[in-house]
Every structure is written in C-alpha cells, then in structure tokens.
C-alpha cells in the first residue's frame, strides 16, 4: 500500500518499520500547531502577569513591558516548548494529543533530544522561508514539512476518526 496518504520508506530499518503507516492531514497538523501555539500563549501570559505582580509588590510603578519583539520569543518560549514535549511525551504535544497525531522518528525507535531540538527550530526555519517550509507539506511524498526534513521525522495518525 503505497500513496500519498500512506508513509513509504526506502532507505533504513527504522524507515521500513513505519511503511503503510497513516500521515497525518495539514489539517490535522495546522490544528494541533494552534493549539500549541494557544497554550504557550496563556503561559507566557501567565508568567507575565506574574513578573509584574512581582513588580509592583516590590514597588516598581511604572513597570515598562516595550522592547524589541524579534526571534526572542520564539527562542525563548515556542523551541523549548515543542522540544520538550517532543522528547518527554516521545512526539506529541498537547496539540497533537487532542488531534490523534503523533511525531515519528525517521532514524530510530523514539525521538532522541537533538531531532527534538531541530523539529523545534525547524518550526523557524519554515517561518523564515515565508511559509515555504509548511507548503512542501502539499509537494512531498512522504507530506513532510521543513521541520520534518530537518529531524527526519514524520507525522502520523495515532487514532482513527481524527
């Protein structure tokens, strides 16, 4: 059974092992991505409110939150959040728990830190590419992303009905 809804493999064991398995939809992907994305929101939220509480209980008034708002959130809240995840709940964020997906990796049995890492900051490098790197999604046969490539993982249905 080979298509383009399927995973075909050809180059190692670990490939092998997951050939015929379902892949995920984009929609199922841009979902659970949104519901990431929702959850380290309210976070930051929350640790925001917290350091300004924190702020004024100390007697700082006049509490500036402007500044620059490049890359540093991204570092700083989205790559470890999605690396963590990915490596402790062995691909799946809370996102891809509620949507029935699950990352695989493409090289051995579980997720190993670094591919963690770099499906993380592969997240950036698709942005950086003006949405390219999501869009291969659409051109790919195996329908992985830059992020996919990048840590030679794919992503499957783990439950069906998603």
């Not at 080979?2 to 995920?24: N, Q």
């Not at 350091?51 to 620059?68: F, I, K, P």
Request: with cysteine.
């Amino acid at each position: 059974m080979s298509g383009k809804d399927t995973y075909c493999g050809h180059e190692t064991p670990a490939e092998w092992a997951l050939e015929g398995l379902p892949l995920a939809s984009f929609k199922q992907r841009a979902a659970a991505y949104a519901i990431d994305l929702i959850l380290i929101g309210v976070v930051c939220a929350a640790l925001l409110a917290i350091y300004v509480g924190w702020q004024v209980a100390h007697g700082v008034h006049n509490v500036s939150l402007a500044g620059d708002t490049d890359e540093i959130e991204y570092i700083a809240a989205i790559a470890p959040y999605h690396s963590l995840f990915n490596y402790f709940g062995n691909g799946l964020t809370p996102g891809k728990r509620a949507l029935g997906i699950r990352v695989v990796s493409l090289v051995g049995p579980r997720l190993g830190r670094w591919q963690s890492v770099e499906r993380a900051l592969g997240y950036g490098a698709a942005m950086l590419e003006g949405g390219l790197g999501f869009a291969q999604y659409f051109w790919s046969p195996n329908r992985m992303c830059a992020q996919d490539r990048l840590a030679e993982t794919i992503v499957v249905v783990t439950r069906k009905g998603t």
